[in-house]
């Protein structure tokens, strides 16, 4: 068994893969929270005042908080299929 | 150095004992110089890893000062270690006196290792075996095996050296008593301390003076009282080679020097002031932890250990002191016109071999470079620093000049920016032989954003003359337009100040977008305006092409400085980090900010 087979078989076993994707789910739903929590902010100071500039950092929050989403989307479904595929690895040894 | 010489050639021919013992000096010092490049072998990366961790408070940087000297058995090579992370910026001054002073006390491990097993076992004999396996490993290609090659046979010389030490003293003990020249009292006490300096500075070593006189004590060479006094000397002594070290480094590697000094030089005088207590105390603890009433060597570890704790626990309360009187010792030169050219403050070559250190010092310099782009470009828009990093209104920012008169933008590129940045490059080349592909890779980008500051400078000197020119034109459309390049730019800077203060991924992510989004504002051919100021003739031809030109330029410094602020100053976690390519706004997306802005 060559060297790299070897950790890479380690490290499903382990489950480290999956391991460091929870890490990337965990670090973009903080990300979003805080975004989410800048935007509620700023709808609020433009219900009393409206100007350029809070106008434009909305739509750039608006714009990174769709960006993220996609993001953590497209990790919960590599997830997701990495997780199905595992499941029918085993039944069709069984 | 002749003198030297002379002396010795002269004690080889007097006597062969004379001449085992300095062998087995030289043969120790050898030892330590091939442990110095094993554990050297270790620290690219991991070392500044660990370092970063764990001297963020004080007891974790003497503990980490008393850890890494136990395990290599070189205050030499701690300090010199300390003193190129105190340079490259990855610890703060109080830090580095922490782990020094953790280095004395864990310098005391040795005393005790050579008292302990050094002379009770026949030392020798693992030092043969080790230095077989040691050489046959140092002749392989592998770093990792290189550097364990190089600790077993830095251990082997040691052992080695120690051996030869030992034999040396007990065959010379038979033609020669030593102790016969022992001076008694207070007297004693002095002449022997500023041997031990004398023969510390010698050596270059305290430990090889330490081991040196163990040895000598227990072949009953020198009486124990003036064993003491020796080990004082020997550690008053070490400080010089830390100075000799800091001579070539930076400030911080001075004012390290210093500490180190001031700190060994009271500890030994409270050891010679207090030495009746002291020695009461080392009957005391010897006697309670069993060692032999007659057992000098390792009463004489019991002291080294004690005198050093009590120096430390004697100068804890008084390191913010310590830094605040050194940083005014030893304060940056500034000021004078001669001395307008600005040096490097983190480039040094004792970093070189020490890859991620290298690599944060660079970093260092790089954000002191755009530091002082900063003030040139302020400058150079004829605004001030100082209003540009306050709350005012941009408008009023721009309405209170720098001078009256253009500022000289090339003789301060000559005073604050050539010089740094030739020798970030220089520098750069040199670490860069030595690091892996992942270093070199991340050293590329470092480069390319000096590239960037120098480009956004040289962006500001073309745009300079016209801002003066139109800024103050009696045609008030074009002035209008160069106070908008104006602001825009002074927006820029205060906006990069605050993503550099910043410690939120969240918020760096928007003032990023919202830099890049205003950038491309500078497009007045696609957004019309200056087809409209031509048309309706509020401007003329000649204006019309300064400010074409010119909103270029504000375009090329807004795109330099982005790629600059990209590299050098977004901060997060690791994983952050790893997805900030995907999380950062791409350019279709920027496009659909733009209109949706625009409608």
């Given at each position: 068994m060559?060297?790299?087979?070897f950790?890479?078989?380690?490290?499903e076993s382990?489950?480290?893969?999956?391991?460091?994707?929870s890490g990337k789910?965990?670090?973009?739903?903080?990300?979003?929270?805080?975004?989410e929590?800048r935007?509620e902010?700023i709808e609020?100071?433009?219900?009393?005042?409206?100007?350029?500039?809070l106008k434009?950092?909305?739509?750039?929050?608006k714009m990174?908080?769709?960006k993220g989403?996609?993001?953590?989307?497209?990790?919960?479904?590599?997830?997701?299929?990495?997780k199905?595929?595992?499941?029918l690895?085993?039944k069709?040894?069984? | 150095m002749p003198?030297?010489?002379?002396?010795?050639?002269?004690?080889?021919?007097?006597?062969p004992?004379?001449?085992?013992?300095?062998?087995?000096?030289a043969?120790?010092?050898?030892g330590m110089l091939?442990?110095?490049e094993?554990?050297?072998a270790?620290s690219g990366?991991?070392?500044?890893?660990?370092?970063?961790?764990s001297?963020?408070?004080?007891?974790?940087?003497?503990g980490?000062?008393i850890?890494?000297?136990?395990i290599m058995?070189s205050?030499?090579?701690v300090?010199?270690?300390?003193?190129?992370f105190?340079?490259?910026?990855l610890?703060?001054?109080?830090?580095?006196?922490?782990?020094?002073?953790?280095?004395?006390?864990?310098t005391?491990?040795?005393?005790w290792?050579?008292a302990?097993?050094?002379?009770?076992?026949?030392?020798?004999?693992?030092?043969m075996?080790?230095?077989v396996?040691?050489?046959?490993?140092?002749?392989?290609?592998?770093?990792?095996?290189r550097?364990?090659g190089?600790?077993?046979?830095?251990?082997?010389?040691?052992?080695?050296g120690?051996?030869?030490?030992?034999?040396?003293?007990?065959?010379f003990?038979?033609?020669?008593d030593l102790?016969?020249?022992a001076?008694?009292?207070?007297?004693?006490?002095?002449?022997?301390?500023g041997i031990?300096i004398?023969?510390?500075?010698?050596?270059q070593s305290?430990?090889?003076t330490?081991?040196?006189?163990?040895?000598?004590?227990a072949?009953g060479?020198?009486?124990?009282?003036?064993?003491?006094?020796?080990a004082i000397?020997?550690?008053?002594?070490?400080t010089?080679?830390?100075?000799?070290?800091?001579l070539?480094s930076n400030?911080?590697?001075?004012?390290?020097?210093g500490?180190h000094?001031?700190?060994?030089?009271v500890?030994?005088?409270?050891?010679?002031?207090?030495?009746?207590q002291?020695?009461?105390?080392?009957?005391?603890i010897?006697a309670?932890v069993?060692i032999?009433?007659?057992?000098y060597?390792?009463?004489l570890?019991?002291?080294?250990?004690i005198?050093?704790f009590?120096?430390?626990?004697v100068?804890?309360?008084f390191?913010g002191?310590?830094?605040?009187?050194l940083e005014n010792?030893?304060?940056?030169?500034?000021?004078s016109?001669?001395d307008?050219?600005?040096?490097v403050?983190?480039?040094?070559?004792?970093?070189?071999e020490?890859?991620a250190t290298?690599?944060a010092?660079?970093?260092r310099e790089?954000?002191h470079l755009?530091?002082?782009?900063?003030?040139?470009?302020?400058?150079?828009?004829n605004?001030k620093?100082?209003?540009?990093?306050?709350?005012?209104?941009?408008?009023?920012?721009?309405?209170?000049?720098?001078?009256q008169?253009?500022?000289?933008?090339?003789?301060?590129?000559q005073?604050?920016i050539?010089g740094?940045?030739g020798?970030i490059?220089d520098?750069?080349?040199?670490?860069?032989?030595?690091?892996?592909p992942?270093?070199i890779?991340?050293?590329y980008k470092?480069k390319l954003s000096n590239?960037d500051?120098?480009?956004?400078i040289?962006?500001t000197?073309h745009?300079?003359k016209n801002l003066?020119?139109?800024t103050?034109?009696s045609?008030?459309?074009?002035k209008?337009?160069?106070?908008g390049?104006?602001?825009?730019l002074?927006?820029?800077?205060?906006t990069?100040?605050?993503?550099?203060?910043t410690?939120?991924?969240?918020?760096?992510?928007t003032?990023?977008t919202?830099i890049k989004?205003h950038?491309e504002?500078?497009?007045i051919?696609?957004?019309g305006?200056?087809d409209?100021?031509?048309r309706?003739?509020?401007?003329t031809?000649?204006?019309?092409?300064?400010?074409?030109?010119?909103?270029?330029?504000a375009?090329?410094?807004s795109q330099k400085?982005?790629e600059m602020?990209?590299i050098?100053?977004?901060?997060g976690?690791?994983?952050t980090?790893?997805?900030?390519?995907?999380?950062m706004?791409?350019?279709?997306?920027?496009e659909e900010?733009?209109?949706?802005?625009?409608?």
């Amino acid at each position: 068994m060559g060297i790299k087979k070897f950790i890479n078989d380690v490290k499903e076993s382990l489950g480290l893969n999956s391991f460091k994707k929870s890490g990337k789910k965990k670090s973009i739903k903080v990300l979003l929270a805080n975004l989410e929590e800048r935007k509620e902010e700023i709808e609020k100071q433009l219900a009393k005042k409206s100007t350029k500039a809070l106008k434009e950092e909305l739509s750039i929050i608006k714009m990174q908080i769709k960006k993220g989403e996609k993001l953590l989307t497209k990790l919960e479904d590599e997830n997701g299929s990495e997780k199905s595929s595992k499941t029918l690895g085993k039944k069709s040894k069984n | 150095m002749p003198t030297i010489f002379i002396v010795l050639g002269y004690g080889f021919w007097v006597s062969p004992d004379f001449k085992e013992i300095s062998a087995g000096v030289a043969i120790f010092l050898f030892g330590m110089l091939s442990l110095e490049e094993g554990f050297r072998a270790f620290s690219g990366g991991m070392l500044e890893k660990i370092l970063k961790r764990s001297t963020d408070k004080l007891y974790k940087s003497i503990g980490f000062g008393i850890l890494t000297t136990t395990i290599m058995q070189s205050s030499s090579l701690v300090s010199v270690l300390t003193i190129s992370f105190l340079g490259a910026g990855l610890i703060g001054l109080a830090q580095g006196i922490g782990i020094i002073f953790g280095a004395n006390i864990g310098t005391t491990t040795g005393a005790w290792l050579v008292a302990g097993l050094g002379l009770k076992v026949k030392i020798s004999a693992y030092a043969m075996p080790m230095l077989v396996f040691g050489v046959i490993l140092i002749f392989q290609k592998a770093k990792s095996l290189r550097g364990i090659g190089y600790v077993l046979a830095g251990l082997g010389f040691l052992f080695l050296g120690i051996h030869y030490m030992k034999e040396g003293f007990e065959a010379f003990k038979a033609t020669i008593d030593l102790s016969a020249f022992a001076v008694e009292g207070l007297k004693g006490l002095f002449i022997f301390t500023g041997i031990g300096i004398f023969a510390t500075v010698v050596m270059q070593s305290s430990h090889a003076t330490l081991v040196l006189i163990i040895t000598a004590l227990a072949a009953g060479q020198i009486t124990y009282e003036n064993a003491l006094a020796l080990a004082i000397g020997a550690n008053v002594g070490t400080t010089i080679t830390a100075i000799l070290g800091s001579l070539s480094s930076n400030i911080d590697g001075k004012r390290l020097a210093g500490a180190h000094l001031i700190f060994n030089v009271v500890t030994g005088l409270i050891a010679i002031i207090f030495i009746g207590q002291f020695m009461s105390s080392v009957e005391y603890i010897s006697a309670a932890v069993g060692i032999a009433e007659d057992d000098y060597t390792l009463k004489l570890a019991v002291f080294h250990t004690i005198f050093n704790f009590v120096g430390v626990i004697v100068m804890i309360p008084f390191i913010g002191k310590l830094v605040e009187f050194l940083e005014n010792r030893f304060g940056y030169e500034k000021g004078s016109e001669k001395d307008m050219h600005d040096k490097v403050n983190f480039l040094n070559d004792s970093v070189l071999e020490l890859p991620a250190t290298a690599l944060a010092a660079i970093k260092r310099e790089t954000e002191h470079l755009y530091d002082n782009a900063f003030e040139i470009m302020a400058h150079g828009l004829n605004l001030k620093r100082s209003n540009i990093l306050s709350d005012k209104e941009l408008d009023s920012v721009i309405a209170d000049p720098y001078s009256q008169e253009p500022i000289d933008m090339d003789k301060f590129y000559q005073y604050k920016i050539k010089g740094i940045y030739g020798e970030i490059i220089d520098f750069s080349t040199k670490a860069q032989s030595r690091m892996s592909p992942e270093y070199i890779e991340e050293l590329y980008k470092i480069k390319l954003s000096n590239r960037d500051i120098v480009e956004a400078i040289k962006g500001t000197k073309h745009l300079q003359k016209n801002l003066v020119k139109y800024t103050n034109s009696s045609n008030s459309y074009i002035k209008d337009e160069y106070d908008g390049i104006k602001k825009g730019l002074a927006d820029l800077l205060r906006t990069i100040d605050t993503i550099r203060n910043t410690q939120r991924y969240d918020k760096v992510m928007t003032l990023i977008t919202k830099i890049k989004l205003h950038a491309e504002e500078y497009d007045i051919i696609a957004n019309g305006k200056l087809d409209e100021l031509i048309r309706q003739n509020k401007i003329t031809n000649e204006m019309a092409t300064s400010l074409m030109n010119d909103s270029t330029y504000a375009y090329e410094i807004s795109q330099k400085l982005i790629e600059m602020v990209q590299i050098l100053f977004i901060k997060g976690d690791d994983v952050t980090m790893s997805l900030n390519d995907a999380l950062m706004i791409d350019d279709d997306e920027l496009e659909e900010l733009l209109k949706e802005k625009k409608g």
